[in-house]
């Protein structure tokens, strides 16, 4: 991932219709005429024409509703592009956003009750939910974990559908030795010690979204110990499980992440802690080899939270606006994201391949009839359709504490150049009388 953030959005010319054919959208309604229902931008510039291409094809597929993207400027922030369109008087029916949706909450529907709301998993909807309300709806999901070269994993008789527990993990780790391989790559750069290792301890600190986020108010107020919680101290044992195997030298650079890469494509490791944003580098370096991604165990026990789960994140949410447009733009706007996340077409524009057409998600929603491109998609989704998946916790960390955390303390560890005491007070230290964040900010 390198961590990038959403922007405003922006509009491309439309692409001519070739890639599926043309079948009923998700209501197949019959009108006497169309209603236009617009949108802001097209969720992302790198697969814009893509998804004009899956507009054009819902607008074909039916007679009531004509989808229409509309102008906004990349240069500028989601707010400064929609602001001035309420202030018109001509708000966009649907919008996309991740950083603005608690300034939109009280301008946009309830989307609770359709039936995409009730097809994806709580722990997707959270960061689109403000006091309740039902703000967005996901659109596609990126994930971090356990990635693995599935065939130096076959070759060492893994199955990797047993590792439930760190003992598990443990094992699999010796078969790999055994089969002279390097069990793991435990990458030392910052930002993926600082964001998404820290998530594994806060992501798993609590059952439920608010009591997670509730630990993190606890730091903030200097009011946790971190040494006497067992969440952390279950941590703080993977970490150091982690640390016993990894077979890499502890590299602090930024180099470290295309050296974390070409280990595990050489085939000389079995495992590396990292995300499925590296896919695409993975199987360029490993051509015809196939990568997975599996959860990680927080503790030794097989029933313990988190254990069985993998940590996925959105990165934007579809809101619907609900004081200026009229009662069939806002079923349009419904009948639309339905069919595309449910309808076999809108389904292969959502889940093929980039070069065949498609956006390349990962689906977030049951019922998907179409595969997602690729191995490590395929695995997420699982994850996803079976309702096992964690927050990103980090996603709600204030600015700058992940990097203050990672290049020093997290590293420091890493290292053995402090104790796990000392590491539990820097992280205190860290977080102490830092702002709280809304319920569903992203950093």
Known sequence: MKKTKLGALVVASAVALSVVAVAPSATAATCKKKTTVTMLGTIKVEIQDQFLAAASSYNKSQNCYTLKSIPGDRNITFLQNVTPKYAAKDAPTIMYDLQFIPEMADKVMDLKGTKLAKLTSKELLSAGNVNGKQVG???????????????????????????????????????????GKKPMHFSA???????HFTNMFHTTAGKDRESRLKVLDSLVDGKLDLTKNAAFKNWIATYDLLKKYNGSPANLTDTEYDASIAA???????????????????????????????NLPMSNDAKGYG????????PGYFMIDNEQSTKAERAGAIDFLTWLYTSPQGQRFVADPVTEGGMGFIPVYKGFKTEPATSMSRDIAKYVNAGKTLDWINSYYPGGLQEEVGKVSMQQYFTDKISSADLA???QDAWKGKAKTWRGEAA
């Open 307 to 314: 254990n069985d789960s993998i940590p996925v994140g959105v």
């Open 425 to 427: 007070k820097a992280i």
């Open 189 to 195: 750069i910052w930002w993926s010690l600082g964001a």
């Open 264 to 294: 595990l494509a050489s085939g000389d490791y079995g495992f590396m802690f990292q995300g499925n944003w590296t896919e695409p580098n993975l199987m360029t370096a490993a051509k015809g080899t196939d990568f997975g991604i599996i």
């Open 137 to 179: 709806l996901p659109s596609t999901a990126e994930a971090f974990g356990l990635l693995y070269n599935k065939k130096v994993i076959k070759a060492a008789g893994i199955d990797v559908t047993k590792i439930k527990t760190r003992a598990d993990l443990e094992a699999a780790f010796k078969k790999l030795q055994s089969a």
